[in-house]
């Protein structure tokens, strides 16, 4: 239970440090508008000073417990100072028709112009998409297992703790949940960093909502996007794909602001900053990029008036993306191409999905409304925003072979379900009861998808279970890492021949990442000696007898010393041999 | 206590003032939005389209999600 307390306090205060990093420079932006997209702009903006500050220690060799304590303590007090500036009253009675107008500059024409929807309706969606994201939280709260999509971004962000230096150029989001591993080594907090991008990237959904269809049905849109499988599902695990999507959906928001909506030229900053945040966590928002330069052409011939502003927002905007994406990315792009998912142009990439990964990944809703655009009325800018949906979905799916990349679509595909569902009311009495009736079905499908999961954790998420008698039952390395922090000296290098290489304390190397391959024909003592020559002292090897694979390192243990020696059975049936030795 | 009544109080504007103050704000002030007109109605088979969408489109979730739990 006090682990569990650690772990939520931690990531309440990594929260109030992105707050107290971003509220300034949110201030500066000078973008007034209402409380939520103040805060949203705020964490974001917040979480990307940190991250390139954390990048920038890491660059000059000084992450250290102590530079990264000190700084968050710092953040987190001027965090504090900025709520507290925030809900004290300042003696002077509330101007709430000032209020209004804030609230209503979000659109550049008065929005709720028809009937927002009835309070039960809200009430509802908001409560199961609660219920949804609470669902997420349990799995959040669970130690990450290897079965996690984000293990690897984990085994990047410790080893940047580990060496204390850049190891090869990290994304932002590896440096994020390195900064979480730095207060709460267990994971969990980083687990909790990215269940909080999917609440930003909900709330965001609310706030890009708002200006088509109103602040009231843009709570729907929130709801929908809450309540859609795979955003709710990708809550649980630390990747990368909802922290590219909530600082994509930021930049959107910002963007539509600035080009559609005739915002001040400071929004093309807010929206320049956090593409750049979204491009250090995933290249492919160059598509997204694409998209938006679409709707920058298109009102750049349309709005001859506005011309020389939007040529200035667009140098402003680019600015301020590389400017943030450059100290982040640029040479592993350049380096690795589109991210590990590259796999070549495929020209019907989208295609190729099938037809449940889209339900799964745009939601039933939002999928079943796309037709349904073709018989609504015209709703000012939701053209824009599904072209912007067309262009990105079809441009990622042609570069990439990672459907989660698609999420960024999802607030998109919920604003034209929604604008559907406000439609509906065009239908004769008896259609429009059956047509609530299937997107109710359908919203309960997507709940259930999303609640009703296969729990093995809650236990352990609560507090009852111990989270290393948890990970003893379902890492199965973990056994291997337990022995080895026990025994081994801080200075111990291993070789390890299974990838899950994170919760172990001293510096570990993959058999795949060796620079020279093993020989097939060497003798056992011959490997030895070169890798004790390389500098490695112990070795984990892994016989995995489903498949009868062997390597010329599992020869090493016939003259090696084993401090563990155990079988673990898979979730699959597949049983498991794991070895720890030590080399001689 | 019981209140005292006091007599309506007099505007200090005349009828006439107050009527040109309402013509100049009916004039310089934005009118009010229009109530929600819900658009022609969707009627035929293009209704029974849209319907028929819908409907399939929720029937497959739910044989979707109960073989994905069964």
Redesign the interface.
């Known amino acids: 239970m006090l682990s569990l307390l650690i772990s939520l306090l931690t990531f309440v205060a990594l929260a109030v440090t992105a707050f107290g990093f971003g509220r300034p420079l949110w201030r500066w932006i000078g973008s007034d508008d209402d409380a939520l997209s103040a805060v949203l702009f705020s964490v974001g903006l917040g979480l990307t000073a940190v991250g390139l500050i954390v990048l920038g220690f890491a660059a000059f060799g000084v992450l250290t417990s102590a530079v990264l304590g000190v700084t968050t303590m710092l953040g987190c007090c001027w965090g504090l100072v900025e709520i507290a500036f925030w809900c004290i009253p300042n003696g002077e009675p509330a101007d709430r028709s000032a209020d209004e107008s804030k609230r209503f500059s979000w659109a550049s024409r008065p929005v709720d112009h028809w009937s927002p929807p009835s309070t039960w309706l809200l009430a509802v969606v908001l409560s199961a998409a609660i219920v949804a994201i609470a669902a997420s939280l349990i799995d959040a709260l669970t130690p990450p297992t290897a079965e996690d999509a984000g293990f690897v971004s984990l085994e990047t962000a410790k080893r940047l703790l580990v060496e204390r230096r850049l190891v090869g150029p990290p994304r932002l989001v590896d440096v994020w949940h390195g900064w979480a591993l730095a207060f709460d080594g267990d994971g969990v907090c980083a687990r909790l960093i990215h269940w909080g991008f999917g609440l930003l990237f909900t709330l965001a959904s609310v706030v890009m909502a708002a200006p088509l269809v109103g602040r009231r049905w843009a709570w729907i849109v929130g709801g929908v996007v809450a309540l859609t499988p795979a955003v709710n599902r990708q809550m649980g695990c630390a990747t990368d794909c909802l922290a590219m999507a909530a600082m994509g959906a930021l930049a959107m928001t910002a963007w539509w602001q600035a080009v559609l909506h005739g915002g001040d030229a400071r929004w093309f900053v807010a929206a320049g900053l956090m593409t750049g945040a979204a491009m250090a966590v995933d290249a492919a928002v160059l598509a997204l990029v694409g998209g938006l330069a679409v709707t920058w052409a298109w009102a750049f011939v349309g709005w001859s008036e506005q011309r020389r502003s939007l040529l200035l927002g667009a140098a402003v905007f680019g600015l301020a993306a590389l400017g943030v994406a450059l100290p982040a990315g640029v040479w592993r792009w350049w380096g690795e191409g589109l991210g590990t998912t590259t796999c070549g142009i495929r020209w019907f990439g989208l295609l190729e999905c099938s037809a449940w990964v889209w339900c799964e990944h745009l939601g039933w809703i939002g999928l079943a409304a796309l037709p349904c655009a073709f018989w609504v009325r015209r709703l000012r800018g939701l053209g824009v925003v599904l072209s912007v949906a067309v262009i990105y979905a079809v441009s990622v799916m042609t570069l990439t072979d990672d459907v989660r990349r698609l999420l960024l679509v999802v607030p998109l595909c919920g604003t034209a379900a929604v604008w559907t569902i406000v439609e509906m009311r065009r239908l004769p009495r008896r259609t429009q009861w059956i047509a609530a009736a299937a997107v109710g079905v359908m919203m309960a499908c997507q709940w259930t998808d999303s609640v009703v999961r296969s729990f093995d954790g809650p236990a352990v998420a609560l507090g009852l279970e111990d989270r290393e008698a948890f990970l003893l039952r379902r890492e199965p390395v973990y056994q291997a890492a337990a022995v080895a922090n026990r025994v081994l000296r801080p200075t111990a290098r291993l070789l390890s021949q299974d990838v899950r290489t994170f919760y172990f304390n001293c510096r570990v190397t993959c058999e795949k990442s060796l620079a020279r391959p093993l020989a097939v024909d060497e003798s056992a003592s011959e490997t030895a000696r070169r890798l004790c020559d390389s500098g490695f002292t112990h070795v984990l090897l892994v016989d995995d007898q489903s498949n009868g694979a062997r390597s010329p390192l599992g020869r090493v243990a016939q003259n090696a010393l084993t401090l563990t020696d155990y079988r673990v059975r898979m979730a699959d049936g597949a049983s498991r041999h794991y070895r720890l030795v030590a080399l001689r | 206590m019981i209140a005292f009544i006091r007599p309506p109080e007099r505007s200090s504007r005349s009828r006439r003032l107050r009527r040109v103050h309402r013509v100049l704000a009916e004039t310089l002030l934005p009118p009010e939005?229009?109530p929600?007109e819900?658009?022609?109605?969707?009627?035929g088979w293009?209704?029974?389209l849209?319907?028929g969408?819908?409907?399939a489109?929720?029937l497959?979730?739910?044989v979707?999600?109960i073989a994905?739990?069964l």
């Open positions: 939005p229009e929600f819900p658009g022609p109605p969707l009627v293009k209704a029974w849209v319907v969408w819908l409907s489109a929720a497959l979730g739910v979707h999600s994905r739990w």
